[in-house]
Structures are given as structure tokens and as C-alpha cells.
């Protein structure tokens, strides 16, 4: 799925200079971790992202390792843009359930209200508000009941100069409504409404649109998706919103900020012509401010936003640009919280040509997550089955990374495109959801 970019309007975006501060904050790993907002935790990192198959697909290139250590390595958010009502809550729960199975909070960017970008290079979107509102509450469905961070259509509420003012108020009910829609379907998803950046609309102004579009149902705002201005800008700005919302009686509201190339900034604002951008603060929900619960990387480093490049393609020149020069991301500790409850398994990898599987699963009343590692033995191998007995009554709802033969019985479970080819000693990982109790921790691997 192409992950559109939002593009950024206004001359006052394009004459950015400030540099924000590259001391990358502390990443806390433990769900439950210290946290100077409402949220603490590890924040999930996408094994299948754009970035991570790029490094996986080019080991010899002379920028991977570059890429890797410091943007591959890090989470980011996925972006649910593709107007797919029939298949979103699916694609949702696979990675809720690969994010749960992690025991890490995911970030999901919802990017699909009618007439976006105002017909710019990230058009598109729903045909009507009535067909928003059917794709949301097929993608609530999927949130599960854990934490969930969601950010709720970028440039919606800063981006309006195309729309009428009866065209304005209905999507600010349209947005107000998908809010409710998720909070209800998952009360444990923190919701995040458009904010846009520090130097775009006033602080007076933002707070207006938030309010009509109903962040009295949210948990607070974003700014600075896709955009370069620095931390401090923006936390100021943050201050300013949340100030004026409470002169309006609408208290407790809380900002994330994009952090994910707003590291340096000078020249035009398309990143994808310009090579004086880098990353900002490494994404953690540790910021040490009351009124902030995350730094985070909305944008996808390396990721175009339609000038050069198509909108949303992940362009390694970009990437590299982003990341060389850098500082390296921190370092971090082992998670703290108890592993899921099964037992690990007692099988070990192959002396030769072969693969071994392993599974861990964490289980709930009624359904189950489970996490299963690839591991080649003492050669490559470019292809791998694993094959899973499930209990009685089990059924699999989706999976992630890997393509399911059948949902109940045996089940098999063949490699993707992306992580067939697994190097002697090394590991790779899929996951699935399912219903009823979950297998146990012996599955069969076999290498083609």
C-alpha cells in the first residue's frame, strides 16, 4: 500500500530556519514505562515497513547501513490511505495483532477523508462523508482493546482554503463522529486531531478548528507532520493551543509532534528536492513534558512528498540524506514486562541446511496473538513453510508477514516476497490472530 504524503502550503512553511535540538530522547522499551504525558511505552516498530524491505532487499548498497541504523531501526507510523472498506479491518487487526504480540503501542496515521490535500499530490480519499464514516467504523473494528496511538487526517483541519463553509462544517462532523466511532470501539486508543505546524495558522485559530471539529472527544493534537520545523517551535505552539483550548472550557488535551526530519531545516520544503534535511528526536513517548505524550515519526524518513518523487514512494537517496550526519539513535535497555506465558520452545536451529520455527503466544479471553521465529540453520536459505497445529474451535482471523493456507486444523504458513531469504544463524518473524485458544510452541519448518 503507498503511504501518501501530505503536502505542506503556505509560504511561511517554505522560509523554515530553525534547527531543532539533536539530542535524541531516551526510548523506553517497557510497556508501562516512565512518561511525562499520558502515554508510556515502547512504540511499535513495523518489521514490514517500506524502509525495513529496502535494507533487507539491499545489504551491498553503500547507504544501507546507514538507513538501517538509524531509520530502519526505529518505529514509524503506518498509514491506512487506501479507500478499502471491504479489507481495512483485517488489515488493521493483522498489525494491531503483530504490535500486541510485540507487547508494543503502534502508531496508525488515518489519511482518508474526502477531497484530502485539497486535490494536491496526496488527493484522494473517500468519495463522500458517508463512505468515511462506513471505512471508519470497518477500521475501528480492527483496533482490538489495547493502546493504540491514531492520528486523524493530517492537514483536515489546517488545510480548508478549498472547501465551502457548509463543506467545512460537515467535515468537521464527520471528523468529530470517526473520533467517537474509535474511542468507542477501543477506549484504550489515544486520538490525535490536525494541528497543523508553529507556522501556519495562529494558536488562536488552530484551537477554533479543533474545537469544531470536536477534540473534546479526542485526546489532544498533532503538529508538524510532514514538516521541519523544530521541536521546541512546536512544543511552544503546543502550549499556545492547549492555553486557548482551555479559555474555551475544553481542558486536558495533550500534543504529539512529527519528529522525523525536523533535525535541520533550511531551503525549499519539499524534501524531495532538498539535502539539508536530517531526522529530529528518535520517536519515544519519554518527552519529559506534561503537555506532550510522544515524539514520533509520522512521516516515514525517506518517503517523497510529490515533487520529484511520487507521492508517499520510499526513495533511498532521500533516506540516506536524512540520516547520514545524524546522531545515532540511543541506547536502550531490555524490556522489563514478563514475556507472554507460553513456554519457550525446547527445539534448537539445524546444523545445516533447514530452518527451525518457534512460537510464543499471548493469549486473551476468547482470542490470541501469536509470534512465531524463522531461524535458518548453519546455511541461507530463500524460502521457508512452517506448518501449525491449532486446538479445537481455534480459528485464524489474520496474519502478518507470511500467507496462511487454511484458518483451523493445520495450518501452513509460506514466506512473503520481502523475508523468504534468511542468512545461516539468522531469524525472521510473521505473526497471526486468531479466535479461540492458541497453538502451543512446536511448529514444523521446512526450507525451500
Not at 477506549?187 to 471539529?213: I, M
Not at 513517548?285 to 509520522?298: C, K
Amino acid at each position: 500500500m503507498a503511504i501518501l504524503s501530505p503536502r505542506r502550503r503556505r509560504s511561511a512553511a517554505i522560509s523554515v530556519a530553525a534547527i531543532a535540538g539533536t539530542a535524541a530522547a531516551g526510548v523506553c522499551l517497557a510497556v508501562g514505562g516512565a512518561s511525562a504525558g499520558t502515554v508510556s511505552g515502547s512504540l511499535y516498530r513495523d518489521p514490514s515497513s517500506a524502509v525495513v524491505r529496502w535494507v533487507a532487499a539491499n545489504p551491498g548498497d553503500s547507504r544501507a547501513a546507514v538507513i538501517r541504523d538509524k531509520i530502519a531501526s526505529q518505529p514509524q507510523a503506518r498509514w491506512f490511505a487506501n479507500f478499502n472498506p471491504s479489507t481495512v479491518q483485517s488489515e488493521v487487526s493483522g498489525f494491531i495483532g503483530a504490535a500486541n504480540a510485540a507487547q508494543q503501542i503502534p502508531v496508525l496515521s488515518v489519511y482518508e477523508i474526502t477531497n484530502r490535500d485539497c486535490g494536491g499530490a496526496s488527493a484522494g480519499g473517500a468519495p463522500d462523508l458517508n463512505q468515511y464514516q462506513t471505512w471508519v467504523s470497518n477500521f475501528a473494528r480492527g483496533l482490538g482493546n489495547q493502546t493504540v496511538l491514531i492520528i486523524l487526517e493530517t492537514d483536515s483541519l489546517a488545510l480548508q482554503t478549498c472547501l465551502s463553509s457548509g463543506e467545512i462544517s460537515a467535515r468537521n462532523q464527520a471528523i468529530a463522529t470517526a473520533t467517537q466511532t474509535i474511542k468507542s470501539a477501543n477506549p484504550n486508543a489515544k486520538v490525535y486531531l490536525d494541528g497543523g505546524h508553529s507556522t501556519w495558522n495562529s494558536a488562536s485559530e488552530t484551537a477554533n478548528r479543533l474545537r469544531a471539529a470536536g477534540v473534546q472527544y479526542a485526546d489532544g493534537f498533532f503538529t508538524n507532520v510532514s514538516n521541519f520545523n523544530s521541536t521546541s517551535g512546536e512544543a511552544n505552539f503546543g502550549r499556545a493551543v492547549i492555553s486557548a483550548l482551555n479559555g474555551m472550557g475544553i481542558s486536558g488535551k495533550r500534543q504529539v509532534i512529527d519528529t522525523s526530519r525536523n533535525g535541520g531545516a533550511s531551503g525549499d520544503w519539499c524534501a524531495d528536492d532538498n539535502t539539508d534535511r536530517r531526522i529530529g528526536q528518535y520517536p519515544t513517548t519519554s518527552t519529559g513534558d506534561a503537555n506532550i505524550d510522544a515524539y514520533l515519526w509520522v512521516k516515514p524518513p525517506g518517503e517523497a512528498d510529490g515533487c520529484r518523487y511520487t507521492a508517499g514512494s520510499f526513495q533511498p537517496d532521500l533516506a540516506y540524506s536524512l540520516a547520514n550526519g545524524a546522531p545515532n539513535p540511543p541506547t536502550t535497555a531490555p524490556p522489563t514486562t514478563t514475556p507472554p506465558t507460553t513456554a519457550p520452545p525446547t527445539t534448537t536451529p539445524p546444523t545445516g541446511n533447514g530452518c527451525s520455527a518457534s512460537v510464543a503466544v499471548n493469549q486473551w479471553s476468547g482470542g490470541f496473538t501469536a509470534s512465531v521465529t524463522v531461524t535458518a540453520g548453519s546455511a541461507d536459505i530463500n524460502g521457508w513453510t512452517v506448518t501449525i497445529t491449532l486446538p479445537g474451535g481455534a480459528a485464524i482471523t489474520g496474519a502478518w508477514n507470511a500467507q496462511a493456507s487454511g484458518t483451523s486444523g493445520t495450518v501452513r504458513f509460506t514466506n512473503v516476497s520481502y523475508n523468504g531469504h534468511v542468512g545461516a544463524r539468522q531469524s525472521t518473524n510473521f505473526g497471526f490472530q486468531g479466535t479461540g485458544t492458541g497453538p502451543g510452541a512446536t511448529a514444523t519448518c521446512v526450507a525451500s
